[in-house]
């Protein structure tokens, strides 16, 4: 079990359940540095602990600072932002996308920015019905990390222009009905319903094989993709063929045992 | 404590090289389901050495020969590229180790290379024969032993193959699916172990850890075909999915010896075995074609040369001058048994 006690990052586990709760607030950039080295150290342990199979991320609900555009610059003028801050953030952001284990992002009051670029990455993407969503980025005169790269992908490139040009402010239902977020959950306990759903029905192994074949479809040709798909199935059936023997396993040590 | 290092790296091929389509062309191959198995075979050219008239059919006898030949010519080009990196001479090196699975001949091919090459004549050989495509690890775990037990002295490994001596080539999908994979090519690796092991001889070998697939014997096999009166190599088409069932037992066996996870790896230089056998090896190990750029660039230019295949992925990542002291690096080859060789690498 790591031990998180920080000003940060909350972080619990239970069964094969883990929740890192974001408590660092993403429009102050001074700690985004240390921020993001204990993210991935949680990320890290994530990984390698086989027990776990879904990580949920939520954020402590903020309000969009009316301070924050000045709090970016004063971060660039003392130069805690540059070009490695934002090497840090993309690698960070890629080891969430390509961890494997099932992604959950739990989205409440505004979502902005840098901690949207996380949420864009997880496999499930639930917000509560009051939620809002932005890139304010391009109004600080930066660009929203990778997200102009995965953004076009998930709501098309007309969508995805108008979002991080414009920099606007939209709705839950703006951003479900943009396919941003996959589903509105209406209170706490619709959104524990859909996790324990996800958790007792799909298998862990076909969520990341479909996941990582889908972030390539777009790149990749037609003769690279079915070689990909074939392998990637046949490890879901090996998957599936180990979870069944376990099973039966399990039976015949019970009827032995009982 | 002593460890052995990589001094230098040399690869040879064939003169003549050819596209899938020149191929297909020069063996009057007229059926579409083989003219699309080497369409879709990924790779781009391949160096071989073919008859000049294919209408005559070369016999056993013919391609041993040109195994024999074909191997000390590039095997031979290979060395000296090697020596002249290292700025050595043939007579420096005391260790000679030949991997070959193209032909067996006896005296084997190392007294040939020294007769031919001029070692000194108390250079101690050894030959790897018949242990295909992996046999360049199982090459180079014997040339990291003997380095470690005569420290200073200079062994050399030479993997080479002439494939284009064990084809047979009738209208048949199991001959076609080895004929529009395998390539001749040839590739030269100095090593030698110190205590104190400088910059010139990086990366440093720690360990190898092999894995042999249970049940899977004629998944892969070279065997005499009396029909032809030729021997003639099999693929299963199982062979990616095995491989990708197991890719990741021997992986974890060494890392976890060296308390090392996957994402600790900088580099991966995996056998080019075919599009397939990468494909299982990326989604089995979580690895992306980033990862596999080497070696999906040997595949697409060189095809499958078997046991020396995995070193020009090696010299491929060398060549490129992105390698940061103390990284990491595996070496991965499979081959029949079915059979899957690893090491772990240093820089």
Redesign the interface.
Known sequence: MINVNSHFLSFEEESNLAHIKILYNFQDYTFLKKFIDEFKNIL?YV??NDKIDILTISKLPTQVDSNSYSNFKTALREEIIDIHLFTAWEKVVTSLE?L?KCTIAKLSGDIAGTFLQLALVCDYKISMPDTTFCFPEINYGILPGMAVYRLAKYIGLGCAKKLILSGDIISAENALSLHLIDKIARNNEEFLQFKYQINNEKSLTSII?AR?LLNESFHDSY?DAI??Y???Q??CL?ALNKTTKQSENKRIIEKVIG | MILTGIVSIGTSNPTTKYTQDDILQKLSIQNERIKNLYK?S?IRTRHLILPTDTAIEETQSMLLEKHLSGCLEIGGNAINEALNIAELKISDIDFLCVVTSTGFLAPALSAHLISAMNFRNDCQRADIVGMGCNGGLNGLNVLNNWAKANPKKYALLLCTEICSAAYVNDSSMSTSVVNSLFSDGAAALIVRADEHVNQKARPVIHDFKSYMIPNSLNSMFYRWDSEKNKFSFHLSNEI??VI??NVEKPIMNLLDKFNL?K?DISHWTIHAGG??VI??I???L?LTSSDLKHTINVLRNYGNMSSGSFLFSFKNLISKHQIQSNEYGVLMAMGPGAQIETALIQW
């Open positions: 890290i990984e390698d390509r494997s094989m990582r003769e070689g990909h074939l392998a990637a046949n490890r090996n | 879709s990924h990616p999915y990708g069932e996870k994402r599009k397939k494909d299982a990326m989604y089995n979580g």
